[in-house]
């Protein structure tokens, strides 16, 4: 498997996302379910935008989520070190260190913007992490891919009442714990919070055991840079640690640079009662 992703994924980051816009610029974008979500995504997110400037951003996003797959790939095939060698700059790389060094345990929420696999292995360049993580539907390649991000100590758990545990584990250990935030939970897994202004089935896991645990909560994500590098931003949580700071945070994140979220995951789709899916 390794040597076939490899292959794939012969061309450096560079070259290989300057020529993926260039083709995906000659495909009418529309013909994709994901764009289209993308699409209703942007809408309900940034109302304020103009119909012309909606379409803009959401074929932006769209095919830097096509390098953002890319991404994903060229690091399943290469070392953390070679990975990290990509990222130029980390802001407030602090709010982690200094977590680090105390040996206190740390919760980190990701979002999904770019690769999460690439954001993953700069992690554990910094330090070993126990996380949970949707099972892919390829047997051999989520095979692979838990096998990869096992590296180096780290553990990772399916999506599940079992995987809680073993979360609550880690920090009782002291330990650090990441997990995406910004996907749609299990059912009694969540509640509903403002994201974009709009009410959306949220996690509870993190806010949770940071105040069960009183463990210190981080935020992170991967963004675009110039010349096409990647850097890593970090954010502080705020004091009251809720769902609706959890979203209200993320947004904050999204913000920054729009088009490196992933929006083709359909966010909204569990409305409360009432409510009609957007989808």
Request: hydrophobic share 35%; proline share 5%; aromatic share 10%.
């Amino acid at each position: 498997m390794k040597a076939a992703l490899f292959l794939i994924s012969l061309l450096p980051l560079k070259p290989a996302k300057a020529c993926i816009r260039a083709l995906m610029s000659l495909i009418p974008l529309g013909i994709f379910r994901s764009y289209k979500t993308t699409y209703i995504n942007i809408c309900i997110s940034f109302k304020n935008l103009s119909l012309e400037e909606k379409e803009t951003l959401a074929k932006k996003s769209f095919i830097e989520s096509v390098c953002g797959l890319y991404e994903t790939i060229y690091s399943l095939s290469r070392s953390n070190k070679q990975i990290s060698k990509n990222i130029i700059r980390v802001d407030n790389r602090y709010l982690m260190s200094e977590a680090l060094k105390e040996k206190n345990g740390l919760l980190i929420s990701g979002i999904h913007n770019r690769s999460v696999d690439i954001l993953l292995q700069w992690i554990n360049t910094q330090t070993p992490t126990v996380g949970v993580y949707k099972p892919l539907k390829n047997i051999f390649m989520d095979s692979y891919v838990k096998k990869q991000r096992e590296r180096e100590g780290n553990k990772i758990y399916t999506t599940s009442y079992k995987g809680v545990k073993e979360l609550l584990k880690g920090l009782i250990k002291k330990k650090v714990i990441i997990m995406a935030s910004d996907q749609v939970p299990q059912d009694g897994m969540g509640e509903y919070a403002k994201f974009f202004n709009r009410d959306a089935y949220t996690t509870t896991l993190i806010p949770s055991l940071a105040n069960k645990t009183s463990t210190p909560l981080i935020y992170i994500g991967l963004f675009s840079a110039p010349q096409d590098c990647l850097k890593i931003i970090i954010k502080e949580s705020p004091k009251e640690i809720s769902t609706q700071s959890m979203n209200s945070t993320m947004e904050e994140m999204i913000s920054i640079c729009p088009e490196d979220y992933s929006w083709e995951y359909k966010r909204f789709k569990r409305p409360p009662e009432g409510i009609d899916s957007p989808y």
